[in-house]
């Protein structure tokens, strides 16, 4: 079973390698997407910080994780059909974008799972981004 999952993987941190190894729990092969900066413009406030190059390297030297592709737009259905996935893991914030609706539509269709995880409050990128920023001004 080929498990797909998306994210940006800024600033890898215990909470991306809990989701990959959760993802490698659920199948035999991991796909993980990357966003490019270009797509993250389209959700998040500021642009990753780590090139997409290196965060990219980064997710390919994790053993739990087998094929890593960066995406260009906001198009989930494309990649999950070209790594022929069987379950797609998304965080809870996933909504009711029609990009988001495509890929439920298409795995309901072929019998297919999507797994929606929670986030762990305790890591995110952005956090460390502002904590990062905090000491700095503190100086």
């Known amino acids: 079973m080929v498990v797909y999952t998306v994210g940006t993987f800024d600033l890898l941190h215990v909470g991306h390698l809990a989701l990959l190894e959760y993802c490698a729990a659920l199948g035999n092969k991991v796909a993980v997407g990357v966003a490019s900066d270009e797509v993250v413009k389209l959700y998040k406030p500021n642009i990753p910080v780590i ?36 379950i797609f893991v998304i965080g809870e914030d996933w909504g009711r974008k029609p990009h988001n609706q495509d890929v439920e539509n298409y795995f309901n269709i072929q019998g297919k799972k999507v797994v929606q995880i929670k986030y762990s409050p305790r890591n995110s990128s952005t956090k460390i981004k502002q904590n990062v920023i905090a000491q700095f001004q503190s100086k």
């Open 51 to 86: 090139p997409l190059e290196q965060r990219i390297e980064m997710l390919k030297a994790l053993r739990c994780v087998d094929i890593v592709l960066p995406y260009y737009e906001l198009d989930y259905l494309s990649v999950c059909k070209e790594v022929k996935a069987d």
